[in-house]
């Protein structure tokens, strides 16, 4: 009875707050804020890694199958986000569904999403740093610009764009739907510049043979490759719709408009992938685009240098964007679960000068930084897939979990053909994980025993549900 008390105080309770956010965002503010956090590395460097080493030019079913598998679980995010809470967390939709428990695990997990998103996209923005820089005469030597697997030192620009960023969120930093607007529009126009240059570039002979890697298949090493392997991977590129569901509480009409942003943005957004990889594999053979810039390289291999210069400039600054609102999210995570009690206190504490909570910030951007610096894209992708992915799994459920045990809950927004299209995200997103290499599920593995051993060993001791029962 303590645990459904708290639960019910913990989660349930927004509706009789004090203080309830501005519903200000209308339907096309919604679309465009899912539009700027999906379009990012995905579209501007795996594309490339996934056509090279996974899918060939049948990428593009990679990014149909992976866009699918996000479709029906961002429609489960919507009904809890419109019903559970504003915040949108998985972290407080697990509370709700499963209990402290599963809310610390899928936490734990959303820890490692977002803090390897983080590196991940650096990633991306130094090579398109380095490729801005090589278009000018300045290019860094590549001993600075890739990580020891590759053959270098550490990925110098990655490490120090994520340190830059810690800086400025020290200082504190605000975000408003025009500024997030006025991004998107600079990749609009970044990616609208490709396909006017690539259009009329495109040779059909790149596209042959068009799936070389077949569907699917695991090599001697463990890894896998083809088109099912490219969608595991590729999916990367879809990561951050969810902030659309987040936004349910300051939507003027959630149950319109949420639905509406999400679909929106997924649909748009897989249709520029399709055109762009598309494109990209038309204009320069597969074989060609394992490059950390593939985007600005093949306009580069075309002999247009000035339209690749420009893309890597709107590029570096909408990447920049996504780093910045993915390093807050996880500052933010990792306080909301040291308010709870799961995490050390010591992760709770503001500084009054700045009112951010600096020690966060500055222990997540220096663990980021040598993430980045050390750990080459390919690897970074794929362990923060199978993390999301494993959100996605849980939050599908926890949508068929609420609708048994809270049918009379408030649902603002409410998927549809439920418990289908649940199930269908739920079955559609675990495959996707199945396709991931075994050393990914290794370190994902590892990181589940690590977080069980802080759950079990500190966290159950300290919870505010230890302290209230």
Same mark, same amino acid.
């Given at each position: 009875?303590?645990?459904?008390?708290?639960?019910?105080?913990?989660?349930?309770?927004?509706?009789?707050?004090?203080?309830?956010?501005?519903?200000?965002?209308?339907?096309?503010?919604?679309?465009?804020?899912?539009?700027?956090?999906?379009?990012?590395?995905?579209?501007?460097?795996?594309?490339?890694?996934?056509?090279?080493?996974?899918?060939?030019?049948?990428?593009?079913?990679?990014?149909?199958?992976?866009?699918?598998?996000?479709?029906?679980?961002?429609?489960?995010?919507?009904?809890?986000?419109?019903?559970?809470?504003?915040?949108?967390?998985?972290?407080?939709?697990?509370?709700?569904?499963?209990?402290?428990?599963?809310?610390?695990?899928?936490?734990?997990?959303?820890?490692?999403?977002?803090?390897?998103?983080?590196?991940?996209?650096?990633?991306?923005?130094?090579?398109?740093?380095?490729?801005?820089?090589?278009?000018?005469?300045?290019?860094?030597?590549?001993?600075?610009?890739?990580?020891?697997?590759?053959?270098?030192?550490?990925?110098?620009?990655?490490?120090?764009?994520?340190?830059?960023?810690?800086?400025?969120?020290?200082?504190?930093?605000?975000?408003?739907?025009?500024?997030?607007?006025?991004?998107?529009?600079?990749?609009?126009?970044?990616?609208?510049?490709?396909?006017?240059?690539?259009?009329?570039?495109?040779?059909?002979?790149?596209?042959?043979?068009?799936?070389?890697?077949?569907?699917?298949?695991?090599?001697? +090493?463990?890894?896998?490759?083809?088109?099912?392997?490219?969608?595991?991977?590729?999916?990367?590129?879809?990561?951050?719709? +969810?902030?659309?569901?987040?936004?349910?509480?300051?939507?003027?009409?959630?149950?319109? +408009?949420?639905?509406?942003?999400?679909?929106?943005?997924?649909?748009?957004?897989?249709?520029?992938?399709?055109?762009?990889?598309?494109?990209?594999?038309?204009?320069?053979?597969?074989?060609?685009?394992?490059?950390?810039?593939?985007?600005?390289?093949?306009?580069?291999?075309?002999?247009?240098?000035?339209?690749?210069?420009?893309?890597?400039?709107?590029?570096?600054?909408?990447?920049?964007?996504?780093?910045?609102?993915?390093?807050?999210?996880?500052?933010?995570?990792?306080?909301?679960?040291?308010?709870?009690?799961?995490?050390?206190?010591?992760?709770?504490?503001?500084?009054?000068?700045?009112?951010?909570?600096?020690?966060?910030?500055?222990?997540?951007?220096?663990?980021?930084?040598?993430?980045?610096?050390?750990?080459?894209?390919?690897?970074?992708?794929?362990?923060?897939?199978?993390?999301?992915?494993?959100?996605?799994?849980?939050?599908?459920?926890?949508?068929?979990?609420?609708?048994?045990?809270?049918?009379?809950?408030?649902?603002?927004?409410?998927?549809?053909?439920?418990?289908?299209?649940?199930?269908?995200?739920?079955?559609?997103?675990?495959?996707?994980?199945?396709?991931?290499?075994?050393?990914?599920?290794?370190?994902?593995?590892?990181?589940?025993?690590?977080?069980?051993?802080?759950?079990?060993?500190?966290?159950?001791?300290?919870?505010?549900?230890?302290?209230?029962?």
């Amino acid at each position: 009875m303590a645990l459904q008390i708290f639960r019910t105080k913990h989660i349930f309770s927004h509706d009789n707050e004090d203080h309830v956010l501005k519903r200000c965002l209308s339907a096309w503010d919604l679309a465009f804020l899912g539009v700027g956090a999906i379009i990012g590395t995905g579209i501007f460097v795996l594309t490339g890694i996934a056509a090279a080493t996974q899918s060939g030019p049948a990428v593009v079913l990679s990014f149909i199958i992976a866009g699918l598998a996000c479709a029906f679980a961002a429609l489960s995010y919507a009904e809890l986000s419109s019903s559970v809470g504003g915040c949108g967390s998985a972290y407080g939709y697990s509370y709700a569904a499963f209990g402290e428990l599963f809310a610390f695990i899928i936490g734990w997990d959303l820890l490692l999403e977002y803090g390897i998103s983080v590196a991940a996209v650096a990633n991306g923005w130094a090579g398109y740093f380095n490729n801005a820089l090589t278009a000018i005469g300045l290019p860094l030597p590549d001993i600075l610009t890739k990580a020891p697997k590759l053959g270098g030192l550490i990925n110098l620009p990655a490490s120090a764009i994520i340190l830059m960023l810690m800086v400025l969120l020290i200082m504190g930093v605000k975000h408003s739907a025009k500024a997030n607007n006025a991004m998107v529009f600079v990749k609009l126009i970044t990616i609208s510049i490709f396909i006017g240059v690539a259009v009329f570039n495109v040779n059909p002979d790149n596209w042959h043979p068009f799936m070389p890697f077949g569907w699917f298949q695991t090599l001697p +090493d463990g890894k896998t490759t083809g088109v099912l392997a490219g969608a595991s991977l590729v999916f990367f590129a879809y990561v951050g719709f +969810d902030a659309v569901s987040t936004a349910a509480e300051e939507a003027q009409n959630p149950q319109r +408009d949420l639905p509406f942003g999400i679909v929106t943005s997924l649909a748009f957004c897989t249709l520029i992938y399709i055109i762009v990889s598309g494109l990209l594999t038309g204009v320069v053979h597969y074989t060609d685009l394992n490059v950390s810039s593939p985007v600005a390289h093949s306009l580069t291999l075309l002999g247009y240098n000035w339209a690749s210069a420009l893309i890597s400039t709107g590029v570096i600054a909408g990447l920049t964007t996504v780093m910045l609102v993915l390093y807050y999210g996880l500052t933010r995570i990792i306080f909301a679960m040291s308010r709870d009690g799961l995490l050390s206190s010591f992760f709770n504490k503001v500084n009054p000068k700045t009112q951010t909570p600096i020690r966060v910030i500055v222990l997540c951007g220096v663990i980021m930084a040598l993430i980045a610096g050390f750990m080459p894209l390919g690897d970074l992708a794929e362990l923060v897939n199978i993390g999301t992915l494993a959100a996605f799994v849980l939050v599908c459920l926890g949508v068929i979990v609420l609708r048994i045990t809270k049918p009379d809950m408030k649902r603002p927004f409410r998927s549809p053909l439920s418990p289908l299209f649940p199930v269908l995200g739920m079955l559609s997103c675990t495959a996707l994980m199945a396709f991931l290499p075994s050393l990914t599920w290794l370190r994902f593995v590892v990181w589940l025993v690590i977080g069980l051993t802080v759950y079990f060993g500190y966290s159950i001791h300290h919870s505010r549900l230890a302290n209230t029962d």
